[in-house]
């Protein structure tokens, strides 16, 4: 599936991304709307903002969910409508406010009471009024890794059910916010629907409860964290996504209600694979290593998630035999590691190995130390190949 013979000459490391598939999955998630007019999905920007990816999704129809001013400003220039771009994190500042005022965002998703009176207060000295989601932290266990977890009681996320209530007052009483809706997050990489379906069952507790009171949401936001099948990706290239909407379909929405989704992992993740070149290849006492141009410069995951991405090697032959590698890179810090154990066909220096299903949290999370370089972009377009370097 690889064009290899498109490989030669190009600098290693790089990443490769087969915009055919992101197109097939960004198809496949629009079928799935098409059935469900009160759904819309924002691209969660932070797993993958290249400009290229960022024009397929507004091609797509997609709105955007950022969590920076950066991220709101690449949004924009990708040509995504204001009033499709969320924006959230608990660390807004100013200047981060004002960009989003200043474009006339669709929604401040606000994760405490101290942020909500800076973007009334801000609001209010720029004749405004801010369009604001609460984010609710349910305390429901994602059970996916710990560094990935965000909506249980223990993590600096939302705000807890405990305290919603003021806050959602504390709204009421300012002149320069208008309410828009709830939010939630609860993790990334879920590939168990059970957290999800808790989550749908206490929004509907929420919803019923806030009526009673008197107060209705125009938006209801679930959040991202669709996961990915790492280890098949070939196997399972588009997610379930079917099964993941069905999910949510319990919930109870009233008229004119709409439910929003923040899909990062899910769009980007296997249409792209880091493309590395093996350096040397080291018999070490009991063990043999694939030294590889890439580190966890370029690829972070496995050493910060113990995430393990696949390996192919794409230069031997298919009937070379196949033996275990650790797979490592040349930084100077042993968690710079790749996989251990890896069943690869037998490698040989100048060999070329994709890291498979690193389309999403890759290239966007690539650092310079040990002043590396930042890992280029190729991008396969169907009836034409371009190499850039945007990022
Ligand atoms: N919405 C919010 C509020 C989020 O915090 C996140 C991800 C998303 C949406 C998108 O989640 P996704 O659909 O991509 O799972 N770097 C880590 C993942 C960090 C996710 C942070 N928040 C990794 O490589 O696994």
Known sequence: MFPIEDFTGVVTPFYYYDIKLLRETLTAINDCLAERPAYRVHYALKANANGAILDEIADAGLGADCVSGGEVRAALDAGIPADKVVFAGVGKTEAEIRLGLENGIACFNVESLPELEVINELAGDMGKKAPVAFRVNPDIDAHTHKYITTGTSENKFGIPLTQIEEVVAAAQGMDNVEIKGLHFHIGSQ??????????????????????????????????????????????????????????????????????????????????????????????????????????????IRPALYQAHHNIENLTAPADAPVEKYDVVGPICESTDCFARDEKLREVKRGDLLALRSAGAYGQIMASRYNLREIPASFYDLPGESKLTSKI
Do not use: C
């Not at 019923?208 to 009171?213: C, M, N, Q, R, T």
């Not at 209600?257 to 899909?263: N, R, V």
């Open 190 to 299: 879920l590939l168990d629907m059970t957290p999800y379906a808790m989550l749908a069952e206490t929004i509907n507790r929420m919803l019923d409860e806030w009526e009673a009171k008197g107060i209705s949401f125009k938006t209801i936001n679930v959040g991202g964290g669709l996961g990915i099948d790492y280890d098949d990706p070939d196997g399972h290239p588009i997610p379930d996504f079917e099964g993941y909407f069905k999910v949510f379909d319990a919930i109870k929405l009233r008229d004119g209600q709409e439910l929003h989704f923040e899909l990062g992992r899910a769009v980007v993740a296997q249409f792209g694979s880091l493309i590395t070149r093996v350096t040397y290849v080291k018999q070490g006492v009991n063990r043999k290593f694939a030294i590889v141009d890439a580190g966890f410069t370029d690829l």
